[in-house]
């Protein structure tokens, strides 16, 4: 169980101070610097109080064609500017949306990464998809999401189908599945709704793996800079009621989503389990079970391609040089084909 100051963020600064801009009164320069704007976005209070999440943007350099969105998973933000300027290269907006509680949006009164359903994300995203077609003009729209993300995300397409509010989904290890062991999911089934009835502050009793933040950062084993304030190196406490609410969304998607758009799920060709860093870590996925990734990804609607790479780590846009190189190839291949 972790103390209660653990289970909140370190005081981020607070979005809705200073001359940051919220909804549709414009954007404002992100933490990443010059190239980067931010709009907060306000959103319903929830039972901890006042909630945003927030949007970043890079323009393309010319004029857009298009638009991408990106939505970050479990202990984590956006800060992947090597992706953005992959897209706006290409003459492709590039969006990012920090969701609640994470990131940018993190308020000092809140719980890290906490939500009782992966709905109370859905406001969100409708707002940013809103601003992304009407503010900035935007008719073709894909979705980038990583991890929990992929999950969420997948699940909101599913509830807007027919509405052409996107035209494809490009999902990063999506989160279709719990790695563990089998009877440790069907525990977790069977206690999904006490567990979802449980305080905000009761914290699964997990223990902390460092072996992926810790191949990833540049001040352990890794080539990467990022806030350890908004990512740390063991992650966030797993809510009880978190994990629940994940679990329920894991079993929707298992019984089948009818997204009706394209899909590119893309994943690691290998997974470990590891605690503690070992150099194995830098080229497979070390947090969830790629073969799970696999099994689950038809289940999200009935076009879905399937890729799997070699020496990919669970960011797969945070693998190796070379590894990287060839995602960003199979997005660019699959865009051309697909949208």
């Known amino acids: 169980m972790s103390s209660p100051e653990t289970e909140h963020g370190t005081a981020a600064p607070d979005p809705l101070a200073g001359d940051q801009a919220g909804g549709d009164a414009g954007p404002a320069t992100d933490v990443l610097g010059p190239g980067y704007e931010l709009t907060v976005l306000p959103m319903a209070d929830d039972e901890e109080g006042k909630v945003v999440a927030t949007l970043v943007r890079r323009r393309a350099a010319a004029s857009a064609r298009g638009a991408v969105l ?43 990464g906490f939500v009782r359903s992966v709905t109370e994300y859905f406001p969100e995203i409708d707002e940013a998809v809103r601003i992304v077609r009407e503010r900035d003009g935007h008719r073709t729209v894909v979705l ?57 502050r009761a914290v699964l009793p997990l223990g902390i793996a460092t072996a992926y933040g810790a191949s990833l950062h540049r001040d352990h084993h890794g080539e990467w800079d990022f806030d350890l304030e908004w990512k740390p190196i063991g992650g966030f406490p797993v809510h009880a009621a978190w994990l629940a609410a994940i679990r329920r969304a894991q079993r929707r998607l298992h019984a089948g989503l009818r997204v009706d758009v394209p899909v590119l799920v893309l994943c690691a060709a290998r997974g470990l389990r590891l605690r503690d860093f070992a150099p194995e870590a830098q080229a497979a996925d070390v947090v969830l079970d790629p073969e799970q990734i696999a099994r689950w990804a038809t289940r999200i609607g009935p076009h879905v391609t399937c890729v799997r790479m070699a020496g990919g780590v669970h960011d797969l846009a945070l693998s190796a040089e070379p590894v990287r190189k060839q995602v960003f190839a199979e997005m660019d291949r699959w865009l051309s084909c697909y949208v």
Not at 78 to 92: D, S, V
Not at 164 to 191: C, E, K, T, Y
């Open 70 to 112: 990106y939505v970050h998973g479990f202990t984590d933000y956006f800060f992947q500017t090597h992706l953005a300027e992959h897209f706006a290269a290409r003459g492709l907006d590039f969006y990012a949306l920090d969701l609640r509680k994470y990131g940018r949006s993190l308020l000092p009164h809140q719980t890290r």
């Open 144 to 200: 980038n999401a990583h991890s929990t993300g992929g999950l969420v995300t997948a699940l909101w397409a599913d509830r807007v189908r027919g509405r052409g509010l996107v035209q494809g989904l490009m999902l990063n290890s999506p989160f279709l599945d719990l790695n563990v062991p089998a009877p440790l999911r069907i525990a977790a089934d069977l206690l999904k709704g006490p567990m979802a009835r449980m305080p905000r």
